[in-house]
């Protein structure tokens, strides 16, 4: 299927797609949303996939929202924005957080808003040297949504957090690496070669172990350390029945490279 406002690719076990609208920064519209909506639903149902990855085309990553729906015959016309969150980005951030293999975000350039706040739903981040964060909401009289407000003081803490929403200034990659924001900075000449190796590097791994640890990861924050260790043990017996353990195991024990299969 080929989409308007994305590209998606499938081959070495990796989904790739890339944010398509470079002449807009790629930025947000409904029809981005739809053509998403579609790409992470096949992720979701293709068993040869091990691991996506998420870029953008052009010089930036993503903008966030398209405000030019926003705009009719020049003037800014009256919108229910909590209903095209419902609608379309808390559906896109729930989605991604539930896909049973790890998620590599390269933030290419740019990722201001909305487009920030996606980046940060994947699993791991990384981000060329020259690319920037924005959480650039208060600017023109909005909140940080898409998880801007759930994400940003777990990973960078409260007053950061603070600082970061309420003066919409830029972070670097290199501040966004040294905050704990993202996982790694790369130098703009090795970043797409860097982003694949990572994503080959997952797509070839214990993907239900992968899994497993987000289910963990993502739950710990609302769970008590009872609660946690229950559901470490749950899910530990879990991934002790897998296939990929077993070929873990003999891997070790013959001192050579495990070559799992994703189960």
Known sequence: MAY?????????????????????????????????????????DDQSVRALLITGAGRGFCAGQDLNERVMSGEVRSVDVGSTLERNYNPLIK?????????????????????????????????ARSARFMEVFTRIGLLP??????????????????????????????????WGLIWKCVDDDQFAAEARRLAATLAAGPTKAYALTKRAIYASSANSLD????????????????????????????KRAAKFVGR
């Open 145 to 178: 949504d898409a998880g801007g407000t759930y994400v940003l003081p777990r990973l960078i803490g409260q007053a950061r957090a603070m600082a970061v929403s309420l003066l919409a200034e830029p972070i670097t990659a290199e501040q966004a690496e040294a």
């Open 95 to 127: 989605g991604l957080q539930a896909l049973p293999i790890p998620i590599v975000c390269a933030v290419n350039g740019v990722a201001a808003g909305a487009g920030c706040s996606f980046a940060l739903a994947a699993d791991i981040v990384i981000a």
């Open 227 to 254: 609660k946690q260790l229950a559901l470490e043990a749950e899910l530990q017996r879990e991934a002790g029945r897998s296939e990929d353990f077993k070929e873990g195991v003999r891997a070790f024990m013959e």
């Open 4 to 44: 308007q406002n994305i590209l998606f690719d499938i081959s070495d076990a990796i989904a790739t797609i890339t944010l398509n609208r470079p002449d807009k920064l790629n930025s947000f519209t409904e029809e981005m949303h739809a053509d998403l909506r579609d790409a992470v639903q096949r992720v979701r």
